[in-house]
């Protein structure tokens, strides 16, 4: 089962923080998750990482099940699946997508994600997985834009046109479900 949760500021809202814990197939306590930082490339994004990694402590995760990941080398298959979540934080939309195309990244998100692995976007982490960039992870076809003053409507996606989430907001993907949600 598809299990995509794409925010612009992670789990500041409660309902979303939720909707992560629920996807989990364990415990949050026993929960591995890699903490992909390669977006955050200038001052301003590596400034929100802690609030990043907030999200994760919050929720239960403990520090100890926590990789951090910068994608400056290839994880292989086998490494990337032994995790239980993906967690691609924010900065630089556009290195983002370089990085995972230099990398040939592309088949290992998508094998996670088809596997069951929960994948959380943040800010360019949930950019980047959308069909803004030809060479993006492309894990929701709509062209999607983050940190909206007004947000599209929750409820059910349309596979066409573009989606605008305010901070608050989050876009769940699974196998036959695509709902925009506070």
Do not use: W
Request: hydrophobic share 40%.
């Amino acid at each position: 089962m598809k299990k995509i949760l794409l925010t612009s500021t992670g789990f500041d809202n409660d309902n979303i923080m939720n909707k992560f814990k629920s996807l989990l197939d364990v415990d949050a306590k026993d929960a591995k998750v890699l903490f992909i930082t390669t977006a955050a490339n200038d001052p301003d994004a590596v400034r929100i990482l802690s609030g990043c990694l907030d999200d994760l402590t919050k929720c239960g995760v403990p520090d100890e099940n926590i990789t951090v990941y910068d994608m400056h080398k290839l994880l292989s298959q086998d490494e990337i699946n032994r995790f239980d979540a993906i967690y691609v934080c924010g900065g630089s939309t556009r290195y983002l997508v370089e990085r995972i195309h230099e990398l040939n990244a592309k088949p290992l998100f998508d094998n996670f994600v088809d596997k069951g692995g929960v994948y959380v976007g943040v800010s360019a982490g949930s950019v980047c997985a959308s069909g803004k960039y030809p060479n993006g992870l492309a894990l929701l076809d709509n062209v999607l834009d983050v940190h909206c003053a007004e947000g599209s409507p929750n409820g059910s996606i349309d596979t066409t046109g573009e989606i605008n989430l305010t901070d608050n907001q989050a876009i769940f993907i699974g196998d036959d479900e695509k709902v925009i949600f506070e």
